[in-house]
């Protein structure tokens, strides 16, 4: 714990001090923090409000997730079983992050921090990116809480099949399969943070980070790999519907001159995943 904890410390703290310092600025930091607050409610209605705006391109995108998460369904029983049988094969280090960094408590404690820091400092860009973490966090938990209830799928580890369900509400905590809230916590971290630096070398490091914990669900035996691929996508979406509300609220922009990233399911003989092109 102490550890994650002290490497997200390391991380931001570079963050931070990466930023441009506007102490000038005449607003009290009251009003920055009512505007900020009002804007991570809003940013999660405009996420959970875009698939009635969605067009054809958006729905395709729809199609091809659900085909994807489709595909990942018929390897989950192959890989639940790999994953599960070298667990004890896994450094403890990397066991206990997977863990920790996915939980709840620990997200918020990380999130808080990075836009506290922006807030002391009276700095846009690090408040924004607080914002955004802090919503896209909020938004795919309360999804993710209500589909897992919603839905009721086995976990592998109750040993049951992948195809047991036992839907709205009626089942425990052994139902509570899909999706998975670690790993749509720790992408939709890695999304947002990711999007602050241009080198592919950091954002391939930062998506390797937060893609452990969703790993950590399949050797633990929580989750499907079905799951897994389905919280992906759903914290991608989210990151990028909310930093678009936010871009009309804020001045300070992501990097205007980079490269967008590009996501892609690749599928494949013996091979399913997603790839990120920067």
Do not use: C
Not at 227 to 253: G, H, N, Q
């Amino acid at each position: 714990m102490q550890r994650v904890l002290l490497f997200f410390f390391l991380v931001f703290v570079g963050f931070a001090q990466s930023q441009d310092l506007h102490t000038d600025v005449t607003e009290t930091r009251w009003d920055m923090f009512k505007y900020d607050i009002g804007n991570v409610f809003l940013g999660m209605g405009h996420a959970y409000s875009r698939p009635l705006h969605w067009q054809g391109d958006q729905w395709a995108d729809f199609g091809v997730t659900m085909v994807g998460t489709g595909v990942a369904y018929f390897f989950d029983d192959p890989t639940s079983e790999y994953f599960r049988e070298i667990r004890e094969d896994i450094p403890e280090v990397l066991r206990d992050f997977g863990f920790e960094y996915g939980s709840p408590s620990n997200n918020y404690m990380i999130t808080g921090a990075v836009y506290l820091t922006g807030l002391a400092i009276k700095d846009e860009k690090l408040r924004r990116t607080g914002v955004l973490l802090i919503s896209s966090a909020s938004a795919g938990g309360l999804l993710q809480h209500f589909l897992k209830s919603a839905i009721g799928r086995a976990r592998p580890l109750s040993g049951k099949t992948k195809d047991t369900f036992n839907p709205l509400w009626s089942g425990g905590k052994d139902f509570h399969a899909f999706p998975s809230g670690h790993a749509i916590l720790a992408l939709t971290n890695a999304h947002a943070i990711a999007k602050q630096f241009k080198s592919p070398w950091i954002k391939g490091g930062i998506y390797t980070l937060g893609a452990i914990p969703s790993v950590s669900r399949l050797w633990e035996g929580k989750h499907w790999l079905s799951d897994i691929v389905f919280s992906a996508v759903v914290s991608i979406f989210i990151v990028e519907s909310i930093d678009r509300y936010l871009d009309t609220k804020y001045d300070k922009k992501y990097n205007d001159n980079s490269k967008k990233i590009s996501w892609n399911l690749n599928f494949g003989p013996g091979q399913i995943g997603i790839v990120a092109r920067f």
